[in-house]
């Protein structure tokens, strides 16, 4: 005959009580100690593309700043560096930057040779820079960043080399036959 006290339905026995309670204190023990850590690294990678998204468009804005002015004009108005860097902070705002951040943008057009000031004086194949950055202070700190104090980025930048395509330059042609 089997006794009563040996199966008790929904009672666990002494023993295994202590061993669930133990069992319980361990997983949240390793529970705190491993979930700051992975926190830490899942911030970290968002933090990190963030960064790559970020550096994309600027990227992408000083393409746009270079291929206006590359052209010499826009709907034939000469390419000034006015114009380039409305250009680029148009992509930035199209983007979602933020205003600090679009207003604060440093654009810098630089030729080699110092032969022009606007865009629009170029010669065809004259090479150039673009450079789209965002300084440090109030325009980097308008993008919100988690980690900066632990990267120690204090500012971001985007240089693309560009080559002149303004035909505006080029002289006339005198197409008459000589014969």
Same mark, same amino acid.
Do not use: Y
């Given at each position: 005959?089997?006794?009563?006290?040996?199966?008790?339905?929904?009672?666990?026995?002494?023993?295994?009580?202590? #061993?669930?309670?133990?069992?319980?204190?361990?997983?949240?023990?390793?529970?705190?100690?491993?979930?700051?850590?992975?926190?830490?690294?899942?911030?970290?990678?968002?933090?990190? &593309?963030?960064?790559?998204?970020? #550096?994309?468009?600027?990227?992408? =804005?000083?393409?746009?700043?270079?291929?206006? =002015?590359?052209? &010499?004009?826009?709907?034939?108005?000469? =390419?000034?560096?006015?114009?380039?860097?409305?250009?680029?902070?148009?992509?930035?705002? &199209?983007?979602?930057?933020?205003?600090?951040?679009?207003?604060? =943008?440093?654009?810098?057009?630089?030729?080699?040779?110092?032969?022009?000031?606007?865009?629009?004086?170029?010669?065809?194949?004259?090479?150039?820079?673009?450079?789209?950055?965002?300084?440090?202070?109030?325009?980097?700190?308008?993008?919100?960043?988690?980690?900066?104090?632990?990267? &120690?980025?204090?500012?971001? #930048?985007?240089?693309?080399?560009?080559?002149?395509?303004?035909?505006?330059?080029?002289?006339?042609?005198?197409?008459?036959?000589?014969?």
């Amino acid at each position: 005959m089997i006794g009563t006290h040996m199966f008790h339905i929904g009672r666990p026995s002494r023993g295994s009580q202590s #061993s669930r309670r133990r069992s319980r204190g361990i997983v949240a023990v390793e529970a705190a100690v491993v979930l700051p850590v992975f926190l830490l690294i899942l911030v970290g990678v968002w933090e990190v &593309g963030r960064l790559i998204q970020v #550096s994309i468009v600027l990227n992408e =804005a000083a393409r746009e700043g270079a291929r206006l =002015a590359a052209g &010499g004009a826009s709907n034939t108005t000469p =390419a000034t560096l006015a114009l380039v860097k409305q250009r680029v902070q148009d992509c930035l705002k &199209g983007e979602g930057f933020p205003d600090d951040a679009v207003n604060g =943008a440093l654009v810098t057009v630089k030729n080699p040779a110092n032969s022009w000031t606007d865009p629009c004086d170029a010669l065809p194949l004259d090479p150039f820079s673009v450079t789209v950055t965002i300084p440090s202070g109030p325009a980097f700190d308008s993008l919100q960043w988690i980690l900066s104090s632990v990267t &120690g980025v204090t500012q971001l #930048s985007a240089t693309v080399q560009w080559l002149s395509a303004n035909d505006l330059k080029v002289p006339t042609v005198d197409d008459s036959l000589p014969f």
